[in-house]
């Protein structure tokens, strides 16, 4: 006789299930046919290739951005990989940021040349200088793909999308990383952008308790893009799915939240004599402002300031406050501080701080929604005072 087996039960929850398999089975071999072979029924295989608290969240995740289609991975670097790595092919030119974020600095300086591509590595200071040399490389070489990001890490630059493409090949693929800008507050998708993807562990779950990457865009390039995911596996497990899931219900709210508390706290700064500069694209003195005006709907919680002062000196300043946790991440429910140079940038020599345009006086603080933001403005001046 067959074996019996359970058939499951409390369909109607209101939240959606934690899948934790590794295996999916098959009743018979028609089953297999219809479901593995011809993907008519809703069914899995393996837990490397499908999982239902995933299909549900990307689900979510694709109405969110606005996109065909979504896959989710391991992190935010998981994501970004996979996806050069689908679309780019040996002989290929890219172009990418000359600040974003060090990490994808990284994959296109020494993993991506190890495979043939060639990178194009250009300042996006100046949002003119850059859509120049991005029309300059475009006419000297076939580039198959540019990635941007907006805003970047640490300075919060933005970019002139809409004149970029003017300037791209009608085939060269678009990627943005939107980690510090997710909907709503940003809707990469509908600027043109073929490709978004956000390191999830940020905003988008929220509360500093997963790490998870997403990649949002055209569903025939995902399609490509998920081939290289089912053979690799950089997959997260069900119960981040589900979490991911759980903190996109408060998304919205989270946002308005963080915008209101990012803008209060960098006018204040602003206001400072002790500090020496304040990057937040949500005030005029930011020197993509009118860039922020025309993209964003709202600039989020993570400011950067500078201090007139030398590395020791600003690690002096950062030990005194006693709100903020010196750690590195942002979007989370508590306030996080970190030192840009001795922090994140410990490993750059002074002409790779320079290159990028950090000082030794560089602080990046990323505001959290539990947090009553005076207690961490009378932190602050308290802790300025003191220099």
Same mark, same amino acid.
């Given at each position: 006789?067959?074996?019996?087996?359970? *058939?499951?039960? /409390?369909?109607?929850?209101?939240?959606?299930?934690? &899948?934790?398999?590794?295996?999916?089975?098959?009743?018979?071999?028609?089953?297999?046919?219809?479901?593995?072979?011809?993907?008519?029924?809703? %069914?899995?295989?393996?837990?490397? &290739?499908?999982?239902?608290?995933?299909?549900?969240?990307?689900?979510?995740?694709?109405?969110?951005?606005?996109?065909?289609?979504?896959? +989710?991975?391991?992190?935010?670097?998981?994501?970004?990989?996979?996806?050069?790595?689908?679309?780019?092919?040996?002989?290929?030119?890219? +172009?990418?940021?000359?600040?974003?974020?060090?990490? %994808?600095?990284?994959?296109?300086?020494?993993?991506?040349?190890?495979?043939?591509?060639?990178?194009?590595?250009?300042?996006?200071?100046?949002?003119?200088?850059?859509?120049?040399?991005?029309?300059?490389?475009?006419?000297?070489?076939?580039?198959?793909?540019?990635?941007?990001?907006?805003?970047?890490?640490?300075?919060?630059?933005? *970019?002139?999308?809409?004149?970029?493409?003017?300037?791209?090949?009608?085939?060269?693929?678009?990627?943005?990383?939107?980690?510090?800008?997710?909907?709503?507050?940003?809707?990469?998708?509908?600027?043109?952008?073929?490709?978004?993807?956000?390191?999830?562990?940020?905003?988008?779950?929220?509360?500093?308790?997963?790490?998870?990457?997403?990649?949002?865009?055209?569903?025939?390039?995902?399609?490509?893009?998920?081939?290289?995911?089912?053979?690799?596996?950089?997959?997260?497990?069900?119960?981040?799915? /589900?979490?991911?899931?759980?903190?996109?219900?408060?998304?919205?709210?989270?946002?308005?939240?963080?915008?209101?508390?990012?803008?209060?706290?960098?006018?204040?700064?602003?206001?400072?004599?002790?500090?020496?500069?304040?990057?937040?694209?949500?005030?005029?003195?930011?020197?993509?402002?009118?860039?922020?005006?025309?993209?964003?709907?709202?600039?989020?919680? %993570?400011?950067?300031?500078?201090?007139?002062?030398?590395?020791?000196?600003?690690?002096?300043f950062v030990d005194k406050l006693k709100e903020p946790f010196m750690a590195s991440n942002f979007g989370a429910p508590q306030t996080l501080i970190?030192?840009?140079?001795?922090?994140? &940038?410990?490993?750059?020599?002074?002409?790779?701080?320079?290159?990028?345009?950090?000082? /030794?006086?560089?602080?990046?603080?990323?505001?959290?929604?539990?947090?009553?933001?005076? %207690?961490?403005?009378?932190?602050?001046?308290?802790?300025?005072?003191?220099?």
């Open positions: 006789m067959p074996k019996k087996r359970n *058939i499951e039960t /409390y369909n109607n929850s209101v939240n959606i299930p934690v &899948y934790n398999s590794a295996s999916y089975y098959f009743d018979d071999r028609k089953q297999v046919i219809e479901g593995l072979h011809k993907r008519e029924l809703p %069914v899995g295989r393996y837990g490397r &290739y499908n999982n239902p608290t995933w299909v549900y969240v990307e689900k979510r995740l694709s109405e969110l951005s606005k996109a065909e289609d979504t896959l +989710i991975f391991s992190s935010g670097m998981a994501a970004h990989f996979t996806t050069f790595i689908s679309l780019l092919e040996s002989g290929d030119h890219v +172009i990418f940021p000359a600040e974003c974020y060090r990490q %994808v600095r990284n994959i296109f300086h020494k993993i991506l040349p190890k495979f043939g591509i060639i990178a194009h590595e250009v300042s996006i200071v100046d949002p003119e200088e850059f859509i120049n040399q991005v029309s300059i490389l475009s006419k000297k070489h076939n580039i198959k793909l540019i990635h941007l990001e907006m805003p970047s890490s640490p300075h919060m630059y933005l *970019i002139d999308l809409c004149k970029v493409k003017a300037v791209l090949d009608k085939k060269t693929i678009v990627t943005m990383d939107s980690s510090f800008a997710p909907p709503p507050n940003f809707y990469a998708l509908d600027w043109g952008v073929d490709i978004a993807i956000f390191s999830g562990t940020k905003y988008l779950s929220g509360h500093g308790d997963i790490i998870v990457g997403v990649v949002s865009g055209k569903k025939y390039l995902l399609e490509k893009i998920n081939w290289y995911r089912d053979t690799t596996g950089p997959i997260p497990d069900g119960q981040v799915a /589900y979490l991911l899931n759980r903190s996109l219900h408060t998304l919205n709210l989270r946002m308005k939240d963080t915008n209101e508390k990012g803008l209060k706290v960098a006018t204040f700064l602003q206001s400072r004599s002790e500090i020496k500069n304040v990057l937040y694209t949500g005030l005029e003195t930011h020197p993509h402002f009118s860039l922020g005006k025309k993209y964003l709907n709202g600039h989020g919680g %993570v400011i950067t300031f500078t201090l007139d002062l030398n590395e020791e000196r600003t690690g002096h970190e030192q840009s140079t001795f922090f994140t &940038y410990y490993e750059y020599s002074e002409k790779e701080l320079d290159d990028i345009g950090v000082s /030794y006086g560089t602080v990046r603080l990323a505001l959290g929604f539990i947090d009553d933001i005076d %207690v961490i403005i009378a932190d602050i001046r308290k802790a300025l005072s003191s220099l």
